[in-house]
């Protein structure tokens, strides 16, 4: 599986998609206790269950890791787990993948200067009050000594999102045919 980790708008999402209709790729879908919005289809966009049923599988070890965001429950089920899947996640959903699934999963940071994250946040009309404070936040969370393991930095610099995909795409051919050789 390829794991992508990267500070907001660094471009993760963006690129996540592209290789999805590029290279066929297909989404990770996780799970959650968040409710169903009226647009999402439950199997398609996440796997949706109850705060108990959720729990019953993360007791039961069903998830290669869970995490909590504004008090709903998110994680990865092991058994959607597949080759062709690209999952985004923070330092610690990744840390878990490496530490249940050593060096089979490449993870891959996606890094973009500052200034070139702040203007994607300005266009995308992230809030103004908070942009500041994640960006420095982000410099911390997503230091390369927070990850047990990377197996690519990829520096997105404004570059066409083809040749990121490309070079992401080549990687990962070459991680799947030997791990840990580019």
Request: proline share 4%; net charge negative.
């Amino acid at each position: 599986m390829l794991i992508i980790c990267g500070p907001s708008a660094s471009g993760k999402t963006e690129l996540a998609k592209f290789m999805r209709n590029a290279y066929g790729y297909e989404k990770m879908i996780t799970s959650t206790t968040r409710p169903k919005r009226g647009f999402e289809i439950d199997g398609v966009d996440y796997h949706f269950f109850s705060e108990e049923w959720f729990n019953v599988l993360k007791n039961d070890g069903a998830f290669i890791e869970t995490t909590t965001y504004q008090t709903f429950q998110y994680g990865t089920r092991i058994e959607d787990i597949h080759a062709q899947a690209i999952l985004i996640v923070d330092p610690a959903g990744a840390n878990a993948f490496y530490q249940k699934r050593p060096n089979q999963d490449m993870m891959v940071l996606l890094e973009s200067p500052k200034d070139l994250r702040r203007g994607r946040m300005l266009r995308r009309e992230d809030d103004v009050s908070v942009i500041g404070r994640r960006l420095d936040t982000d410099d911390a969370i997503f230091a390369p000594s927070q990850f047990h393991h990377l197996d690519l930095i990829l520096k997105n610099d404004n570059q066409p999102m083809a040749e990121l995909a490309e070079s992401l795409h080549h990687a990962y051919q070459t991680f799947l045919e030997v791990p840990h050789a580019i």
